[in-house]
Every structure is written in C-alpha cells, then in structure tokens.
C-alpha cells in the first residue's frame, strides 16, 4: 500500500528536523504509544496500541532512521508485529523552509500489511493510514510549537 | 463448557417451547449454545461474521444472526430454531414447500432460510418475487442459485394461505 | 423396459431429515471426552520460520496439547500424489510437491499450518493460538505467474531450479499448415482470476480412536472418503479395515472437499490416536480462505486462424497455469483447459502447451468447472474476436464450425483429464444451439428490441455461448444392491454426496430395475464400512460411473427375483411382472409374491441348497467407462449495463442442456442453476483479490462477494436429449455444466451492451470498477 | 473464530451503565445491537477487556413525535424504525432507507443509537442524519449534553462521545415545506456497504428556487462528507441541469476524500459521486415540487 501527503510545520525546519530525528518523539507520535526504549541513536522500539473505533491492537513496535541529510530528508523504516497483524514500511521525508517560518514535509512510501488485519480489514487501510498519519503530524506540530514557545 | 477464564452466566431461556437454565461464559456464541450445549445442530454456522445466513433463529418471533449474539443476551427471551417448525412426519408448510420444489441441495444454508421465511410470510403473506428476494438477502446459497428457493416460498405463502 | 421412474420430477427422500434440521454433519459429531483443535497459521506468504515458542500456550488453562512439526518426528511427512502424471505423453515434465502437515521451516503461502493447539473447547484453543511465539524471516513474494519463470525470481521450492511445476504440449494436426492457409489470423492475451469455490460449510474432520478395539473413525467432509480411509491407513501403519471414514451430510463440496490430503486431514486423527481422545476440529470462514484451495488462474496467449468465410482452421493456445505453493492434483486442471479450448467446434489443427507454475498462493486444485470454464473462454472470446474482424454474426459463426450430428464420435487425438483419449461421445450441437436462440428469440431481439432499447438510451447486450462438458471419467465406482426382508431395498456406494440429490436420483435408477417405491429404497454413500472400493464424487461423475454400477447391480437383482418367483410361483419368467414390490403372474394378478416374502425365501436357512446358489436378493456390480461421455450445452443471456455507473442487471437467462438420460429434471434443474450462479459469480463478484506481498486481502463474505437471490436472475433451463453410447443409462454429467460457460457468455454480454464503447473483455472476472477502466482506456 | 473473552456488564438502567463506563474507560465497550461489534469481536479485532451491554435497558427504545421532530432512542432496532408510521411521516429518508440497511436478520437486531455511535463513514444514518440537521443527546455521569451530527462525527469510527459517555437518543427536526430528498447508493449487491453515496435534501422557495440545500456523501471520507460549497451553488438559484451538473462537478472533485479499496479506486469513487450527486439533485427537486405541504 502507498502511502504520501504533506504537511505544513508551524516552526522552521531546524526545529522540525530536530524532532523528527529524535525517534523517541517519532514513537511519541504514534498514535496509542506506551513504551519506547533506545536501542541506539537511531534505532528505538516500544509498545504501541493502536485504537480506532471498537478496533485495537497491541503492536510491538520498531523504529530506524537512516539516510540522513539534516536538516531535510531521512528514511524511516517502522515495524510493528501483535496478535491481529504485522505492519512494515518504508519511507521518505523531505522538509522545505516557507516563508513566515514554516515547513513543508512531504512524505511517501510503501506500507505492507499482514495478518488478519490485512485478510478482513482492507476496506479501512487507506482510511486508516491517512488519519494516523494526520493524527501523528498534528501531534508533531504540537510539540513543535509547544518546543517554540 | 469449562472455563477457566470468565464467570459463568446464569441463563435461562425457551427455546422450541422447551424452558433451558444453564450457566455460560458470556462469550459463548449464542450458534455454539444452541448447537453444542443444547445439541441442536439443524442450526448452521458458516461464517460467524453475519453474513451467510445459516445461523439465522428466530428470537421472540424475529430473525436474528445467532452467530452475532451472545448466548447470555437471550434470558428471558423466546427462540425457535429450525427443530421448531416442523418435524420429519409433520413437516411444516415452509418445509414440505422447500421439499416439492425442491428448494434445497446440501441442505447447510436451509435451517437459516426457513427461520427467515416463516417470519417473512407472517409479516408479508402475498409476497411478490422481488420481495421475495428482498427477504432472502441474508441468506447465502452456493448450491441452488436461489430459484427454486423463490419457487418453495411462493408455494409456502399458498399453502399458508389454505390453511 | 419402459421407464416408468427414471426422467420424472421426483422429490427428494434425504430432503425431509435436512428440513428439519436432522441430518449430521460433521460438526454436529459430538463425543465424549472430545477435544478441539485450532490452528496457529503463518501470516506471511514467504518467510523462514525462525522461532516457535509454544510454551505459554502449553501452560494456558484448558489447553491439552501442542504440536509442531518438530514434536511429530519421525511421522512428519508429506500428504501422497492425487494424480500421478500422465504415463501416455512424452517429455512431460512434473515436479511433484505436496503439502505438509505442519509447516517446519518453509513457508509458501499465508495460511499454511504452524503448529495445532488442541484444547477442552475451541474457545481456549484460540486464546492459546494467540500466546504462540513465532518468528518469522520474511523471503521476497512469488505471486505473479510470469515473473514466477524469469530466470532471476526467488523459488517457492529451492531445491528445484526454476518455478516451473510441470509442462506438457499437446497437438492435433498441424497448426502452422492450417496458420498459412488462413486469411485472418487473430491474437489475443487471455487473464483469468482466481476465485473460491466456498461453499457454505466449512472443511472439518473428526477423529475417535478406540484404542481397545484397535479402530479410528473418521467423520470428514470429503468428497472421497475411501481414498481417503485408504490414505489414512498407509500413513498411520493401519490396515484398511481399522478406519473408517466417514462422510455424512456435507454441506457443499464443488471440488476442494475432494482435495486429499489437506494437512488437516493427516493431523487430525493422528492427534487423536496420540492422545487417545476424540478430537474436533472444524475450519472457521477466515481458514477457509486460506487452507482451503482455490483455482482458475490462468494466462493464454491465443491465437485463431480462419478463413474470410470463418471457417476456423486451427488454434494455439499457450498458457500459463497457477497452481499455488504445492501441486498435488497433477495436471488434472490444466488438460481440462486444453480439452475445451476447441469447444464444440470442429477444429482440425491445434496446439497448446502450458506451464504450470509454483507461486506463494493457496494450493490450486479442482473447483466447479475444473479448467473448463477457461477452455471455452478462450475458445469463445476468440470466436467473438473474428466474428467483429470479419463482420459475421456471431452466432452464425458458431454455426459455421460446430460439430455437426453425423461426425460422433468425434476423435480429438489429444489425451483428457484421465489420461484417455479424448472422444466426443455422442451430441446434437447445432439443435441445442437453435433450441437456445430459439428460447432467447435471438433473431427479434436483434433487428427489433435492441435498436428500439438503444435508441431509448439503453444499453442492453445479447449473448450466446455454446460449451461442452467432459464428464463421467473412470477409474470406476461400485454398488451393491440388497433386496430386504421387510421388501425395502438397501444400496451401497462408495463415492461421497455434497447435495447432488443422489438418495433420489441413484434410488429411481434402483426402484426402476426392482420394481419398488423411490421411497423403499434406501441409498448409503459416504461410508468406507457399507462399501469398500471406489474413488469419489467429482469430474460430474457420480450418476454417470455410481449410476451406472447401480443400474448394473440392480438389474442383476432384477434377474434374481425373476428365477426366484419363476420357481416359487411355478411360472416361466417372461409370464411374470414386477411392480409396486410384488411378483405376480400376469393374466392372474392374485396369484403374486412380494419382494419381502423372496429375499427371505432367497437366504435359505435350512434345506438342500443347490450347488452355486448365491444367498439373497443381492448383487454388487462395478462401472468403469474406457473413456467419459461429453455433455454438450448452451446458454443465451441479455444483460443491461447503467453505463454510468456500470452496474448491471440481467433481463433474461436461458440454458438448453444436453447431459443425455435426464434422471431428474428438478435435481438436473437445481444443479444447472447453481452451476450459473457460480458462472455469475466468477464472472462479476467473486475474485480473491492477493496483494503484491501474498496477502489476501478478502478472506470474508463481506468482501469476497457471492452472488445472492437479490442478483440471480430467473434461469430458463431447456433440455435436449442425446443418449451416450457409453453406459446402459444413456447419461451424461451434469455437475459442473451450469458454471462453465458463463464467463465467456457475460463477456460477449457486456461488449455488445456496452457497443458505443467499444469494449473489448478479455479477462475474468469484472467488475463495475474494471468496467469503467476498460471503457476509459 | 471465537471471540476473546471479556468482563460482562448487563445494567438495567443508564445510570448503572453509566457507572461501569466512567470506573472503566478505554477499556469498556458498549454493545448495542451488536451487528458491527461481534463480528469484529469474533474476528478478535476488537478485543474490549469490559463490555457493557445495553439491551436490558428497555427506555431506550421509542420513537416520538416531539415538537422538536421525531425522537429515536438509542437502542431502537431498524426494523422498528422500518415499520413505524411516526417515523414515516416525521422523517420519511429516515424510513425510505431501513429497509436498505444490512439484511433483515441484523435490521431485528441493530440499532439506531448503535449505528451512530460506530461511526461507520459508509453506513447510512451518519450520513442521513447529518444531511437532516439532527442532534443527539450524550449522557454521562458527568451530566448531558446535545450535540448536532454536523458536530458529532470526527473521523473514521470516531466521534465526539467520551470514553465515559452514552449516545441515548437522536433528534431529527421536522422538515420544512416544499423539502425534497434523496439517498443515491452504488453497491456491489444491493445490501453491501455503498461504494458511493450521496444524500441530497433541497427546500425550495415560493416561486421554485432553492431555498436551502444539503448535499452530504457516504463512503467517500473518513466521516460524512459535507459538500458546502456545492450547496452554496444552488442556493438562491433555479436548479436548471447546469447548476445541477456544476454542483455535482465541484463536491466530487474538491469535496469529497475518497480512498482506494478492492472494489473501487478513488477515480471510480468520484466519478460516482459526481453521477450520484446529480441523481440525487434531481430527485429532491422532483419531490420538493410534489411536496406541497
């Protein structure tokens, strides 16, 4: 499954870089995180349950960083593995400065799906990956502005 | 059934006019009471997600998935399953339809469809072929593609009406 | 002999049991002591399983056992070889790989078994399922069957160099001869999906071992029980005659159910041997969709040659076949596409070589229609193609290459699905093609309503397909026929019964030789201890080759009561008839014995018995046919299409069919119209739809769509009659007929519905969604 | 597939519900009619750890004539809905759509408050409800409030209830003269969830314009998707062939969020939705006109 969009930062891209690089802020972002333990300064895992309606899952859940090239692009591969499911994807960010302060990011990758939640659950996915995507952004930005001031 | 992970429920319910009391898991389906606590297999289950039909009981005169309902959800209420219509020497006039117009192959999705249409037929004694269909949108079959079904149910609203 | 039961719109004896909710199925076997069983099952299509920790699932409350591969040791093996192939042909190629009981260290497709929890109900069995650790190293995904043979694809079984699963080419005449002697050659790429044959019980064993008495009965929703009971004996180091199994009423076979040996099957009962208690498992819907086979994938490159006339010259047809992660039904499918892709047409050059192809799917195998509806796709579509290349009417180039009356039989020169040579028995195809236009009024639909409907704006199409139906294949099946004390008549058969009506049918076949009500005939399949020999019920073969030993047997019976009564009522045999379960002499009705009174006088108990005499009313006979009898049909469709929103609803459906002596025209009706509604289903609704990575995305009826009342139109079944030369009964299968040539009818259906925009289908199945792309491009 | 075991509550009055919500939170469920929840549940995608069953608790189920518009309880059944001659008069969208809903067996059992407060974007009373101007009643231990569809449906199968709160009762207002609707569905079979839907409701004035229009979608985003802009279009205007089309063009291109599923791709989405729209148009206008009361 594709996934992209783009988003629009109300901070300079500095400050967003230094969150998105900061893995323990990426799981924080993760909708229904519990846990996150770092493994490295670009490896962190942790708990996550994701939630959406009466739908729930525990995942245990796994985030790298890799291909830097602060402060405007990065890989992240993220995983996470629970009792209805896995999910594993790979993707792209890639940050410009507006005026006025702001950043765009724009994102894009591949997401595969596995389990039961794949077998009976595709209705949702894209549903599904758009709102936590917007769910997590949302939440960036608001550490991001909260950081600012 | 054991338990050993929740407390059991205390149920009581009529079901084919026969008055049942057990105590159940709360989770137990009410197709896996029915079937494998009550031994009244004529009930089928063929998808447990409320889809295919063969389930379908009667719940204080409605239709209802038995696979989406928890046995515990029926104290207190009255259910008719397919062992409750008819029997083999007295067949009733929705069976004996079913049989001369040959309205069943295998026979899983039948106990499901008869609980439908006797509850149909109540509520629309003239049904008129596209009704008929209507009401049997809930119900799966893969061996009769559903015409001689239509057949059996308009002979049933006949002989119904005889009586 | 006169038939006074055999063609007659008969009721059904099982139907009265099944509506009232008392006939068993196998998940209504309740032992006790029982146990249940739930499978833990690989979410991933293609991965090396690096870590199995079933301990906290051992521990959970409830739980009895847990077994992986690696706890069954020495008699982990693989299932046996269905279909061996075909000793006939030369440089044939087959790699056989067959499936595993539980999965030790490949994985080859999403689904496969892990490891088995067995529990005091099925509801701790799946909470323990869910504390099975396993982990998985996830290998690059083979789904695409083209890519699958391109030298550099990853391998679904890496001790073989390529993915290839078997190859095999057949010829008749030659092809490239007829290619340059033609004025039109047309090409065409051909894609067919995969769909589930889904019927509505799941799959499900039950197994009690009686360690006493040294005997395990098998309760399983088989298809082929003694094939089975045979399969269960070898692996387990059983004699024959320890197992039993047993199939009782199945909800629904359409050929997966016939699919021996499912990992299930072979675990099952060694589970309940091992821990001497009944143990019950039954696949739940979600399973079923993935333990369950599936078939129809295929990709043709096809190619016709004709004459401008439209006489067809030759066809080749290459394909590709998809047979999933294993291939233990041989080449049955694939020869069946290649037996059909020249129709009913009288083809005298052809070619067609596939490839079966290993990819990480569920395992391919048999399911209604079996490879057929391909072939007349294939055949069908291409027809179509030349019609609108040559601007003839469609059907009168139907008309131009039928086989015509006098050429039976009809010698193809290739091999069928059972290694025979493939021979048109007997038919009348151009009258079952005019009984069909006839019935559709194809000639006023096309000068009159069509143009009238377009003009209104409508966008209403007319098909007619023609098709034939190999059918009745051997080796052979067997009955015994017993003639009771009470009068009443007891029948014996190997072959199982998925809702084909055969308490009905094999009874007429029965009560006519006899001379008996259809009621006092009691007929038992299903059961290795009522039967011994046999193979199963599929290929639409059980009242052909069952019928046919059934008939055999009971015209033997026949016999005997005649010699008996002859002698009893001192009368020679040709002044005796039976009737109503009484021998009585003709011009002195009083004088009369009952068939009760004789099976009793013919086990003599005490007193001389003469030098051969063989106790009781009984016989056992057996059919083999050298070769299967063809059926021959065709169906007409009009079909509206909302161009705007591509949905579509079918006006009228007609169907002539020619399955020879009809036995039962309400049983042979329910079985033509269940046929369609598969047809429909494949052709519109139903398609597993796998993702890139070897996930099936719509393992559920919520999204995996059967068709319902709400979309099968009203079907109107004519019938023709040419009786096979081949067996006493004159019949021919039927089964699977209904299905075959619906896809290629709906596509021909939306092309000329959908005329303005110039849709061409070459594919299966649709969809509205699918419609709109193809209109667009 | 058996469904994962769960602590079971079934109170017999609001209050108790209530109780066991608020000491439990996330963590409990509330089961309605159970039409959506169970299969989930017998899939073991939905695994609450409490579930609170409201079907003992009998003031829940009516539907009344208020001054206000019709008042449907929470756990009013469909087939209730479907039957019901107040229903049919205050609210007929409302009863034209019932018989639509799933299939008979889960219309016995499904219910009105349960259907809203699951949320589903492709399920039809989110979507009727909001194109209606309807409210509904929230309670919790904490008191109540009211709260307008328009307001209710945050995203996919999330609204505004708390953890600690109960959808108990809708509120549909009476329409006002000279109103048309319209549901228009595309489904694979008539009873599947719609691939597209669009609801329409349209008042005209005295001398034929449209006085106020409502266009809202189904199945094309992750709530009920509500095409303002292209009802601004209509307003004031004589719905001639080209506003229709020019309203349809414009809530299916910048309106809607359609996503790609096995069955229908986001182009197919909107061109359906842009087909439908202009259905659905059509048919409110023609019963605005009929409507004369």
Redesign the interface.
Known sequence: MKIEGEYIFDGPREAVWKLVRDPEVLMKCLPGTQTVNKISDTEFTGEVTVRIGPFSGAFAGRVIVSDEVPPQSCTLTVEGTGKIGFLKGVGSIAMTELEGGKTLMKYGGEAQIGGKVASVGQRLFDSVSKSMAKQGLDTLNEILKSSNA | MESTTQNLFELAVTINGTRYERKVEPRMLLSDFLRHELDLTGTHVGCEHGVCGACSVLMDGRPVRSCLMFAVQVNGHEIVTVEGLGTIDNLHPVQKSFQEAHGLQCGFCTPGILTTVVAFLETNPNPSDEEIREALSGNLCRCTGYQHIVDAVRLAAEKMKEK | MEKKLIGKRIMRNEDPRLLTGQAQFVDDVNLPGMLHAAFLRSEYAHARLVRLDVSKARQHPGVVAVFTAEDMGKDWFPGPPLVSPPPTVEDVVFHSRRQVPLVKDKIRHAGEAVAVVIAENRYIAEDAAELIEAEYESLPVIMNIEKALEADSPLVHDDLDSNLAAQLSQKKGDYEVARKAADVVIRRRILIERGAAAAMENRGVVAQWDAKGQALTVWDTTQAPIPIRNGLASRLGLSESQVRVIAPYIGGGFGPKIMMFYPEEMLIPWLAMKLNRPVKWIEDRRENFYATTQERGQVHDVEIALTRDGKVLGLKDDFLHDTGAYDPYGLTIPINTQCHAMGGYDIKNFTSEFKVVFTNKIIVTPVRGAGRPQGIFVIERMMDAAAKELGIDPVELRKRNLIQPDAFPYEHGIIDQAFAPLILDSGNYPAVLQKTLDAIGYEKFIKDEQPRLRKEGKHVGIAVAPFIETTGIGPYEGARVTVEASGKVNVATGIGTQGQGHFTSFAQIVAEQVGVKVTDVRIVTGDTAEFHWGTGTFASRGAVVAGSAMHAASSMVRKKIFTLASKILETPEEELELEDGVVRIADMPQRSISLGELALLANPLRGAVEPGTEPGLESTAYYGPRYGPTAFGAHAMILEIDPDTMMVKIRRYVVTEDCGTVLNPLILEGQVHGGVSMGIGNSFYEQLHYDENGQLLNASFADYLLVGATEMPHIEVHHVETLSPLNELGAKGAGEAGAIPVPALFAQAVENALHDQSVEVMEMPLSPNRLFELAKS | ????????H?PTTVEQALSVLAEHG?DA?VLAG???????M???????AV?V?M?NIPDLAFIKAGDDGLRIGAMTRH?QVETSSIAAERAPLIHATM?KI?????R??GTFGGSIS??D??AELPTLTTALDGKFRLVSLRGERWIPASEFFL????TSLEPDEILVEASIPPPPPHTGWSLQE?A??????A?VGVTAVLTLDANGRCENARLVFLSV??RPMVAERAADLLKGQEITSEAIRAAAELASAEEI?P???????V??RR??AN??CQRAIEQAVQRAKENKE
């Open positions: 597939m058996k469904p994962a075991p769960f602590e079971y079934a996330y469920k159970g039409q959506s929840l169970i299969p989930m017998n899939f073991r995608l939905a695994q609450p579930l069953d079907n087939y018989p799933a299939y008979p067996q889960v016995t059992r699951h949320a974007p492709a995203g996919l199968f999330t595309v694979r079979r008539p009873h599947d969830f691939l985003g992750d969020d996503s790609s599923d096995i069955h229908a791709t182009d197919f061109h359906l087909v439908l």
